[in-house]
């Protein structure tokens, strides 16, 4: 059977500057409006202050504000996926309405809204959430990171479809849970759960990995729940909080497999019409890695022919030994370069390639296992990022694949503010003790001009833009 191909798309970044009314959806009650821009939704529990403007003040004011729409992006085609992308259903019945609001890359929720019973035995569990418009899918996986400064329920829904059918994650510190529930027709049922919470103020990276009927849930990259349920095969996704008056979400994405390379050609410029434009804060990646069972960034792998793929800290590998379960285990590469692994302890892994790895594994286990029958692949990329900060829409962490220079790592980002100085942009690049400074006249390189300043990015690069 051919692989698929993905499409990953960002739920966060792309955003534009225009003031939006979210459109009431037919399986909504109830909608309210989201803040338009990062820079004007207030951090909670920041008091605001009252400014009073005569007529000559508002009318200043009023010509800025259409100055400063006139000159921001709204994307490399206009259509990045936006924080008014999103809906709210409020299902609590006590402390409502939810107080949901976006301030440069993070939403938050600060509502104490909450309903059902207040014990960790009572599932329905109703709270706020807030569903994706643009999210929908069937099979692929749903990625965010999330954290919590209160001590309530916080998670994350996905095969959303209205608000009484969907499955949800969900972790609470008070109630020291952490459970998969599938709502079908209103009726809660747990699919998997285990006694822990979280860590008040930490950030967690969740991940939903969906296929047909087999659901997975991974928490900082090691695998939490993994079950199969064949009742929701498609659905939107939805960031959920109950009583939680701290709730956090950031770096939203989602890869959707959108049909298999027979079916869709390889190449990235033949891609099927009905696929969004690659503006910004929408990627779309080739074909993932051959390798069975390998969900990666896709061009974060090379192609036969092509120079060995290099482990880096971040990366998550799946070492299987054959006819051995207890020998079979996903582990990941530590920021120090190192894996640890059954009778063998720690094994140096950042730096050397699948082959040189599975070599060392095999030499070291042979001591107390006969002819190991070794299998190593890449199960998630972690360490082939690029860091964009300072002044643009989206700055943040984005996956690096081949042929990525710095235009079209700011378009990933969503392109600059109006407030950038763009002749002033620098990459930072470490090699082992020392770091490299490339400086990136955008002005320049937009006008055709000193174009060897767009250099081709590698693992690591931090873009400034000041």
């Known amino acids: ?43 909670p529990r920041h008091r605001r202050q009252q400014v009073v403007l005569g007529r000559t003040g508002r009318w200043l004011i009023r010509a800025a504000f259409i100055l400063l729409v006139s000159i921001s992006p709204v994307g490399a085609a206009g259509t990045g996926i936006t924080p008014s992308d999103w809906y709210i259903v409020d299902q609590g019945d006590q402390h409502r309405p939810s107080s ?184 779309v990646p080739a074909a993932p890695d051959p390798a069975e069972g390998a969900h990666v960034q896709p061009d974060a792998i090379p192609t036969t022919g092509g120079p060995a793929y290099i482990i880096g800290p971040g990366d998550i590998l799946d070492i299987s030994v054959w006819r051995d379960d207890a020998l079979t285990k996903q582990v990941v590469v530590l920021p120090d370069g190192r894996i640890s692994f059954p009778l063998i302890g720690e094994v140096a892994a950042a730096g050397k390639t699948l082959a040189q790895l599975k070599t060392e594994l095999a030499e070291r286990l042979g001591v107390y296992v006969p002819n190991p029958e070794l299998n190593v692949t890449i199960e998630g990329v972690g360490s082939m990022v690029i860091y964009l900060i300072g002044k643009v829409n989206g700055p943040g962490r984005y996956p690096i694949g081949k042929d990525l220079d710095v235009l079209k790592a700011l378009a990933m980002a969503g392109g600059l503010t109006p407030f950038a100085k763009k002749k002033e942009i620098r990459i930072f690049r470490k090699e082992g003790d020392q770091t490299q400074i490339f400086y990136f006249n955008y002005n320049e390189v937009a006008e055709g001009k000193r174009l060897e300043q767009n250099i081709d990015l590698k693992r690591g690069d931090v873009i400034v833009v000041p």
């Open 1 to 43: 059977m051919s692989e698929p191909r993905w499409e990953t798309v960002e739920l966060v970044h792309g955003v534009s500057y225009r003031s939006t009314v979210i459109p009431r959806p037919p399986d909504a009650p109830m909608w309210r409006r989201l803040p338009a821009h990062p820079m004007t939704s207030p951090r």
């Open 100 to 283: 949901w609001t976006y301030d440069r890359g993070v939403w938050y929720q600060t509502s104490n809204i909450y309903g059902g019973q207040d014990a960790a035995a009572g599932l329905p569990k109703p709270g706020t959430f807030m569903v994706s418009h643009s999210s929908g899918f069937s099979d692929g996986r749903v990625m965010a990171d999330i954290a919590s400064d209160d001590d309530d329920a916080i998670g994350v829904m996905f095969r959303y479809q209205d608000e009484n059918n969907y499955y949800r994650f969900s972790m609470d510190k008070q109630r020291n849970y952490r459970r998969l529930v599938k709502m079908i027709d209103g009726e809660p049922t747990v699919l998997a759960e285990d006694r822990a919470g979280y860590d008040k103020g930490r950030w967690y990276r969740l991940e939903i990995r969906a296929t047909g009927p087999r659901l997975r849930i991974f928490l900082d990259g090691s695998v939490m729940f993994d079950v199969t349920d064949a009742s929701l095969e498609q659905g939107r996704i939805a960031l959920y909080c109950w009583g939680n008056t701290l709730c956090q979400f950031r770096d939203i994405s989602m890869q959707r497999e959108i049909g298999t390379a027979a079916e869709i050609p390889i190449a990235a410029d033949n891609a099927p019409s009905d696929r969004k434009p690659a503006a910004a804060g929408i990627r």
